[in-house]
């Protein structure tokens, strides 16, 4: 079945710094991709859809200076998280769409990736 | 996308059948169920979907009511593997185009031994 890798698992960072996480679809090619937020004891929030060689779509209330995205081949995507701050601290999920001939479940997930901004 | 309403959590032993309700009295006729679950700190993984007749697959049967105003996911043989949260929504399918997935609370699984 198709497969969704994030990169790393999980990070520890100093405040003010920036880091970037990796979604690949391993096994198909996605050209599109999600990316979500989910902080503590809540449900999955979309940040931004991810489309390959052109800018993201972001949702409202996210600040696309701060959450900079760029899917530029087809498993890739990466979301760089700028200026982190412990508010940022959050689990950050990837998903990307399924291709056409496994199109009964649209959307398959990453592991996800936990941000601790000191 | 319909508005989804389901319990906060529930308690099933091992073993037994896990029947978890949702209700979407507001789904429009394009709009499908669809159920995901996400074990802690992992990704949510797709468990079925359907538009008005039951679905069964290798993880689970979902029964759609014939107004399809609610539905029911059951797990046949709940194991302690399968205490999650598990999200019903409800969307048009779109192959291509918007294809965003609106996460609600959920509800929380809980298998007891």
């Known amino acids: 079945g198709a497969v969704v890798s994030q990169h790393p698992s999980w990070v520890i960072c100093k405040s003010g710094t920036s880091v970037k996480i990796e979604c690949r679809s391993l096994?198909?090619?996605?050209?599109?991709m999600f990316w979500y937020r989910q902080f503590p004891k809540q449900s999955l929030m979309l940040m931004a859809t991810?489309?390959?060689?052109?800018?993201?779509?972001?949702e409202q209330g996210v600040e696309k200076d701060k959450f900079l995205i760029n899917h530029a081949s087809l498993t890739l995507s990466t979301l760089t998280v700028t200026s982190a701050h412990p508010e940022d601290s959050s689990f950050y999920i990837c998903?990307?769409?399924?291709?056409?001939?496994?199109?009964?479940?649209?959307?398959?997930f990453g592991p996800g990736t936990r941000l601790t901004v000191l | 996308d319909a508005k989804t309403t389901q319990p906060t959590s529930m308690d099933c032993a091992e073993g037994r059948a896990a029947n978890l309700p949702c209700n979407h009295s507001t789904i429009s006729g394009n709009e499908y169920v669809y159920w995901y679950r996400q074990i802690h700190s992992q990704g949510p993984q797709y468990i079925i979907h359907?538009?008005?007749n039951n679905e069964t697959n290798e993880m689970a049967s979902l029964i759609i009511t014939e107004d399809r105003k609610s539905s029911t996911l059951i797990l046949p043989h709940a194991t302690l593997r399968d205490t999650a949260v598990y999200y019903c929504?409800?969307?048009?399918?779109?192959?291509?185009?918007?294809?965003?997935?609106?996460f609600g609370t959920g509800t929380r699984l809980t298998i007891i031994p």
């Open positions: 096994d198909f090619q996605a050209t599109t």
């Open positions: 998903s990307a769409r399924d291709p056409p001939s496994l199109s009964y479940n649209e959307q398959f």
């Open positions: 359907g538009l008005k």
């Open positions: 929504i409800v969307r048009v399918r779109i192959d291509f185009g918007n294809e965003k997935l609106t």
């Open positions: 991810s489309n390959e060689g052109s800018k993201a779509t972001y």
